[in-house]
């Protein structure tokens, strides 16, 4: 590939189809690779442990793999003559001298291009509370508007929210060095618009042919009814504080429970804003809309995407639902369908325990056919020598003259 | 004092950039008398979203509230200190201006340029603008954190800091086992070890030290935080006590009951004494001599304020240096608070926390069950029992600006260490390369 070499690096935000992307440069990295163009990383978060390594972040002990993983991706992007894309939607958190320390490891003469996707307030508010729930936060909904609403952000929760959401801060902290036309916005269309027309923005902005690289499975981030949602803040309640291991919380609730089993509910409401803070959310986006406007930022899509609709537009959920109050039957129907989930599980894994057991019995026996006779008798003998001193003792002249007391009789 | 100049927000920001200036020479002067000193007529920025300002850029951006406070303080502490190297001070308050605190925590506070942003809800979008004074101590100690830990990768690991002498048995040593209270329980093993009594052996007569419940499970608590644990006191304490439980090894009547199994109640001794030490000895019938040779313990009798400090590195550390290293970085923690210049003695109730009082009744309920366990038990018992249920005095938690004080005075020593080391080294290739010539 001829000119300069380039890095796209696609910063944010969370819950604007980040994840449909990585699933679609990851699955064809190496017909991306054939093109000139590389998406860096064996294993498919190795741009997230980069995150978590550049930013100095735990992550419920995942950050123990992330010890200098953003050293390796970057020399990755070092060694490659052509484009390269870097992806994940935390970055969009990182702090100035992160943001420095990121940029200069690219290596000289690169042209970085920064890649911010962005959505409307009114359904990253309601979306980022869901993402905590099925985190283990058992904070109440109410609660967590008014610590995201709080001028003054007091806390990590109201940092990190507008860290990864307050879409003018993050173009500033990654961009400030760049000519604004290599800072791309892509504004996620409104409910209603063709089901790949993200996809056709984020494709223009990363050089991709959309139809030669159309996602084989959509690897959504689904979200979740109001019931749902109240329900696994419930849980949340009950199995923090060491009832459950991160690892276990991961495979049982996020993904069992949340991702595959309550996430295909259709029927229950959904979660939005409550009018007030719908209000303040609308107000807010104006503000963004008009400085980003000054901006000369390229543009992907359009800035009023980012406005809210009005709380009388049809796509709007209509009543508001309050998570806090669930409707106790519609949350008690979604706990019977968790239990019949988690008793399937229950079951398959215990159908997996007795396979290995048997398998393991099979192994025993095998392993006894193939010892002796002296064998059997040496076991006895130490089993023995736990409880009785002769035998102890003479245990003990045994090994020292065979010499090599380490090996097990 | 009014001089002529640029007014508004540019002539607000030359301000703070003099002052940022006066830090890097060492002075100490806070924001808001420095600010006054100066210019009164300031205003701030009023545009809601100002366009990123090229004329930061060719300077760099201003840094954050709390990188500035943190290194306003870093320059009051090291004014204390003797021989400064106004070089090497210069080049730590650059570092600790450039650094960003690690983890989870406050956005960059943008400095409060005209001082009367600070504390008010605006309708300014971005982090609240913030005078450095107003800074949480927590978001003091995170920066600070971050700096420490750059300031050890700077210095390196540190291998073998801490490994002692080789002891040799005394001939016809009896044998022991000491369980119980782990930092005491290192601290009694170490000195038993310097007079030549290393422990172990078959059937051993196994010692129990049982200091107040409560000031065990800091105990405990400092233990696992010395080995690699990032947990905080009031999480720890939460988890068992939601259990309902105690950790193995401040639950003594479970080890008294496994070592009785084995070598019989009669062997198994229970020190609640104020002087382990010496009650262990006498009863192990071990003279202690002062040899002026003490080792280091494996486990360090930490102050919770250092033991909160640790486990904070803790928290940078695995993200940051591979497992196998840690251990060096982190006796370079400890032993920093252990050269004593802290001016926070480790006293008997080390880590002088107590229990929040939200967990009161659990730490009763399972400090008079040990008493009863280990009364019903039959083990002799050296001291009295009931000292297990004694109330400890202090803070439920390690004040934050103890460990703000304690991450200050760390991060000036390990990179007074680091510039001595590099230093000497330089010496070095200076002499060599001079003889070369």
Redesign the interface.
């Known amino acids: 590939m001829n000119g300069p070499r380039k890095v796209l690096v696609h910063v944010g935000a969370p819950k604007t189809g980040t994840s449909y992307v990585q699933d679609v440069l990851f699955s064809h990295r190496d017909e991306l690779a054939a093109a000139g163009l590389l998406y860096p990383g064996e294993r498919f978060d190795a741009h997230f442990l980069a995150a ?2 550049l ?4 992550w419920g002990g995942l ?2 793999e ?3 993983a953003w050293d390796r991706l970057a020399e990755e992007v070092r060694a490659w003559p052509g484009t390269v894309i870097l992806s994940h939607e935390i970055l969009a958190t990182a ?4 943001v420095r320390r990121a940029l200069a490891s690219l290596g000289d003469g690169v042209d970085v291009h920064i890649v911010l996707s962005a959505r409307d307030l009114v359904r990253q508010i309601p979306a980022e509370w869901q993402e905590n729930v099925k985190h283990r936060r058992a904070l109440g909904y109410r609660e967590f508007l008014d610590k995201v609403t709080d ?3 007091r806390g ?1 929760l109201a ?2 929210f ?2 990864v959401q ?1 879409v ?2 993050v173009l ?1 902290r990654w ?3 760049l000519p604004p036309q290599q800072v791309h916005l892509v504004t996620v269309p409104r409910p209603g618009a063709p089901r790949d027309l993200l996809w056709r923005r984020f494709a223009s902005v990363l050089g991709l042919d959309p139809a030669a690289y159309a996602p084989e499975v959509e690897r959504a981030n689904p979200s979740l009814g109001v019931p749902e949602t109240a329900l696994i803040r419930r849980l949340n309640e009950r199995v923090n ?2 009832v459950l291991a991160n690892e276990d919380y991961r495979r049982f609730v996020r993904e069992l429970l949340a991702h595959r089993t309550l996430s295909a509910r259709t029927g229950s409401p959904r979660l939005g804003l409550p009018p007030d803070v719908h209000t303040w959310a609308a107000d ?1 986006s104006e ?2 809309i ?2 980003l406007r ?2 000369g930022y390229d543009v992907v899509g359009d800035l009023d995407e980012l406005r809210p609709e009005p709380l009388d537009h049809p796509s709007h959920p209509g009543t508001f639902a309050d998570p806090d109050a669930p409707d106790e039957a519609d949350l008690a129907d979604a706990a019977v369908e968790t239990v019949v989930t988690l008793l399937a599980e229950s079951a398959r894994l215990a159908a997996v325990e007795r396979q290995l057991r048997e398998d393991l019995d099979a192994v025993h026996r095998e392993l006894e056919r193939t010892r002796g006779l002296w064998f059997r008798v040496k076991r006895r003998l130490v089993h023995t020598a736990d409880r009785n001193t002769a035998a102890a003792w003479g245990l003990a002249v045994y090994r020292r003259a065979r010499g090599r007391s380490s090996r097990s009789a | 004092m009014t001089p002529a100049g640029p007014t508004g927000p540019e002539a607000a920001r030359q301000v703070a950039w003099a002052w940022v200036d006066h830090l890097r020479a060492g002075g100490t002067t806070p924001w808001r008398d420095f600010r006054s000193g100066h210019r009164t007529d300031l205003v701030p920025d009023q545009a ?2 100002p ?2 300002n090229r004329a930061d ?1 060719s300077r760099g ?1 201003l840094p954050g509230a709390a990188q500035l406070e943190l290194a306003r303080l870093l320059a009051e502490r090291a004014a204390h200190q003797p021989d400064p190297d106004p070089d090497a001070r210069g080049a730590l308050i650059d570092r600790a201006l ?11 506070l943008p400095l409060d340029l005209a001082g009367n942003l600070a504390g008010k ?3 300014r ?4 603008a913030t005078d450095p004074a107003d800074v949480p101590a927590e978001e003091l100690v995170r920066v600070g954190v ?1 700096l420490l ?1 750059a300031e050890l990768l700077r210095g390196g690991a540190q291998s073998g800091s801490n490994r002692n002498r080789r002891r040799w048995r005394r001939p016809f040593s009896g044998s022991f086992l000491l369980g119980g209270a782990p930092t005491t329980t290192a601290a009694v093993r170490a000195a038993l070890a310097d007079a030549g009594h290393l422990g172990g052996g078959r059937s051993p007569e196994v010692v129990l030290l049982a200091p107040p419940l409560e000031q065990m499970l800091g105990q405990v608590w400092s233990a696992r935080v010395q080995r690699g644990a ?1 947990v905080s006191w009031t999480d720890f304490v ?2 068992w006590s ?2 309902v439980a105690l950790p193995p090894s401040a639950d003594l009547s479970a080890l008294a009951r496994s070592w009785a199994e084995r070598v019989g109640a009669g062997r198994v001794h229970v020190v609640a004494d104020p002087d382990p030490l010496r009650t262990a000895a006498d009863l192990l019938g071990i003279r202690l001599r002062a040899t002026g040779r003490a080792s280091t313990p494996d486990l360090l009798p930490l102050p919770g304020a250092a033991v909160d400090l640790l486990r904070r590195v803790n ?2 550390l ?6 196998d290293q840690q251990a060096a970085f982190r006796r370079v923690v400890s032993a920093s608070w252990a050269s004593g210049s802290r001016g926070m003695p480790a006293d008997a109730d080390e880590p002088g926390i107590v229990v929040p009082s939200r967990h009161r009744h659990w730490v009763e309920e399972q400090s008079a069950r040990l008493v009863k366990e280990l009364r019903r038990g039959g083990y002799p018992v050296h001291g009295d029992l009931d000292r297990i249920t004694a109330r400890q005095l202090g803070p439920q938690r390690p004040r934050r600006r103890e460990v703000l004080d304690l991450v200050l005075d760390v991060v000036l020593e390990v990179a007074a260490a680091t510039d001595m080391t590099g230093q000497s080294e330089q010496s070095t290739q200076r002499t060599s390369g001079g003889r070369h010539r």
Do not use: I, Y
């Open positions: 978590l390594d930013m100095e972040l735990t950050e123990r992330a010890v200098g702090s100035r001298s992160q001028p003054q952000r990590q940092s990190w507008w860290g307050e003018p801060e500033d961009g400030a060095t504080h060491g807010l503000t963004w008009a400085a000054t901006r | 809601p979203w366009a990123p850029v951006r450039e650094r960003s605190g690690p983890g989870r925590g406050l956005l960059e809800p605006t309708d979008a971005g982090a609240p971050g830990v990032p939460g988890r939601r259990q928290q940078v695995v993200v940051r240096v591979p497992e």
